[in-house]
């Protein structure tokens, strides 16, 4: 498969991974602010009767769950592709 062949092929792939990883992130969020934030739901921006700091940390910790998540999928979609092709997609 050549390389332009390979990052066509692969685009379907990595935005099927990136949904994926989103929704993991948000279920595995959901879950760690049951024990972080007091077994309430997290706060959106525009709470009102939320605190700056609950806020802040809430959203800090949905980007940090995001962006590991998505990383991990990311580097196992890609080390899926050069087990099946021999290539590494880039």
């Known amino acids: ?13 990595g935005l099927l991974l990136g949904v994926g990883a989103g929704l993991a992130a948000g ?7 049951k024990v972080v934030g007091d077994d309430r739901d997290a706060p959106n921006a525009t709470d009102e009767d ?3 700091g609950e806020i802040l ?10 962006a590991v998540v998505k990383a991990a999928v990311d580097r196992g979609g ?3 592709v ?3 092709t ?3 997609p880039s």
């Open 82 to 84: 050069r087990k099946a």
């Open 86 to 88: 021999g290539r590494w």
């Open 78 to 80: 890609a080390v899926g």
């Open 50 to 52: 939320r605190g700056w």
């Open 57 to 66: 940390t809430a959203a800090a910790l949905q980007g940090a769950i995001f």
């Open 1 to 13: 498969m050549s390389g332009v062949v390979g990052k066509i092929a692969y685009k379907p792939v």
């Open 27 to 33: 279920l595995i969020f959901k879950q760690v602010w």
